[in-house]
């Protein structure tokens, strides 16, 4: 479904990414792990095309969407992402919120986007909200209406990037359920996340970021309990240490 080459980014004279390799098959899902500035975001980013790649190729479906006669909007029609922030519209419903995209851009009929949408509000538990607006909603419903809002446009990948950092503690299981719950449905997903528990518990793989790449990616169980490189040891001993995994 994905594949990363030998990505590169730089900001000034700041390296962010540096020859990062991945790859992500179908109905599979791939947690980033890695420590603040590790390049996790910047990566998600790349892969959604709202930044421009220095040097290496994104593919999707064998497609190459950093060339640049590539329409950013084309790739973004079939790759969700879903930010920390909640950047929900203050002033529209939830309902407005999750068909703007299929009636601004992709031209659905008012009806035929609200029915889409409250099919999928209802897959996240929220269709009986859908009229509420944002600030009538815990974070964690703001959080699931934006992961409705992404899906709505039946994406064949999700990124999510670090959805429950802006969440109260015990907002954060129910977020996390939904995307354990994305995943057991096929979605391919690749998530950067600090919840250890969810990447060993949920993700197929998991890679770990350090110095602008993939130190190593393996399967949970391997990367968490066989680490083989040194900074990925250091980085789970941390993570130990600190109570977290």
């Given at each position: 479904m994905?594949?990363?080459?030998?990505?590169?980014?730089?900001?000034?004279?700041?390296?962010?990414?540096?020859?990062?390799?991945?790859?992500?098959?179908?109905?599979?899902?791939?947690?980033?792990?890695?420590?603040?500035?590790?390049?996790?975001?910047t990566l998600l980013r790349c892969?959604?095309?709202?930044?421009?790649?220095?040097?290496?190729?994104?593919?999707?479906?064998g497609r190459d969407i950093t060339d640049p006669r590539v329409r950013p909007d084309e790739v973004r029609a079939r790759v969700g992402?879903?930010?920390?922030?909640?950047?929900?519209?203050?002033?529209?419903?939830?309902?407005?919120?999750?068909?703007?995209?299929?009636?601004?851009?992709?031209?659905?009929?008012?009806?035929?986007?609200?029915?889409?949408?409250?099919?999928?509000?209802?897959?996240?538990?929220?269709a009986?909200?859908?009229?509420?607006?944002?600030?009538?909603?815990?974070?964690?419903q703001q959080q699931r209406v934006a992961i409705a809002r992404a899906l709505v446009t039946n994406p064949v990948l999700m990124l999510f990037d670090e959805v429950t950092s802006a969440l109260d503690p015990e907002l954060v299981g129910e977020v996390l359920s939904l995307l354990a719950e994305l995943k057991a449905d096929g979605t391919t997903m690749v998530v950067a996340t600090h919840e250890m528990g969810f990447a060993r518990q949920v993700a197929d793989e998991v890679a770990f970021l350090a110095d602008g790449t993939v130190a190593e990616q393996g399967p949970p169980e391997q990367l968490f309990t066989d680490p083989v490189d040194p900074r990925t040891q250091r980085f789970l001993r941390r993570i130990i240490e600190a109570g977290r995994l």
């Amino acid at each position: 479904m994905l594949e990363v080459d030998r990505l590169r980014k730089s900001y000034g004279g700041r390296v962010v990414l540096s020859d990062l390799s991945l790859s992500v098959a179908s109905h599979r899902c791939l947690a980033l792990i890695g420590a603040s500035g590790s390049g996790k975001s910047t990566l998600l980013r790349c892969i959604n095309l709202l930044e421009t790649v220095d040097d290496g190729t994104v593919r999707l479906e064998g497609r190459d969407i950093t060339d640049p006669r590539v329409r950013p909007d084309e790739v973004r029609a079939r790759v969700g992402i879903v930010f920390q922030a909640f950047n929900l519209f203050p002033h529209m419903s939830v309902l407005d919120n999750v068909t703007l995209a299929p009636r601004r851009v992709h031209g659905v009929p008012r009806p035929a986007a609200e029915e889409q949408a409250l099919a999928m509000l209802d897959r996240v538990g929220l269709a009986s909200r859908a009229r509420a607006r944002p600030d009538e909603l815990s974070g964690g419903q703001q959080q699931r209406v934006a992961i409705a809002r992404a899906l709505v446009t039946n994406p064949v990948l999700m990124l999510f990037d670090e959805v429950t950092s802006a969440l109260d503690p015990e907002l954060v299981g129910e977020v996390l359920s939904l995307l354990a719950e994305l995943k057991a449905d096929g979605t391919t997903m690749v998530v950067a996340t600090h919840e250890m528990g969810f990447a060993r518990q949920v993700a197929d793989e998991v890679a770990f970021l350090a110095d602008g790449t993939v130190a190593e990616q393996g399967p949970p169980e391997q990367l968490f309990t066989d680490p083989v490189d040194p900074r990925t040891q250091r980085f789970l001993r941390r993570i130990i240490e600190a109570g977290r995994l």
